[in-house]
């Protein structure tokens, strides 16, 4: 079942829980998830770390290969977001490192259902009291 494999991931240490905070209560408005495929004959060096220069401070999650990469970025309007995306399509064709146009997802924080909103103000004022 889905549940034993949960726990032998958990005990091997190939998952684990993480907690993600409400990126909304931050002051962020706009999650981007870009998918970019590399050129195969002009792919990024791996050993100069030339996929580190599509991150920035935006950025707080990215995973490459030899030919693609994924990532994940915040941004708290849509002036930042578009500046971002493009200072990365920018940095791409300088560099030749795609053939074609990475597939960019956006979606609006101010629309993200959320499924229950933790509030622990009671909670700390509870314990600093």
Request: hydrophobic fraction near 50%; aromatic fraction near 10%.
């Given at each position: 079942t889905?549940?034993?494999?949960?726990?032998?991931?958990?005990?091997?240490?190939?998952?684990?829980?993480?907690?993600?905070?409400?990126?909304?209560k931050l002051g962020f408005e706009i999650l981007a998830f870009y998918h970019i495929s590399f050129d195969p004959k002009n792919p990024p060096d791996v050993e100069r770390n030339e996929n580190a220069l599509l991150m920035n401070d935006y950025t707080?999650?990215?995973?490459?290969?030899?030919?693609?990469?994924v990532m994940l970025s915040f941004y708290a309007n849509y002036d930042e977001y578009s500046t971002d995306r493009?200072?990365?399509?920018?940095?791409l064709r300088e560099k030749n490192l795609i053939t074609d146009k990475p597939v960019v997802k956006s979606y609006s924080l101010r629309n993200?259902?959320?499924?229950?909103?933790?509030?622990?103000?009671?909670?700390?004022?509870?314990?600093?009291?």
């Open positions: 889905v549940s034993k494999m949960k726990r032998k991931f958990r005990e091997s240490n190939l998952l684990k829980r993480i907690i993600i905070p409400n990126v909304k707080v999650f990215m995973a490459t290969r030899k030919f693609e990469a493009t200072r990365i399509f920018r940095l993200m259902a959320i499924i229950k909103d933790f509030t622990f103000d009671p909670l700390v004022r509870k314990i600093l009291s």
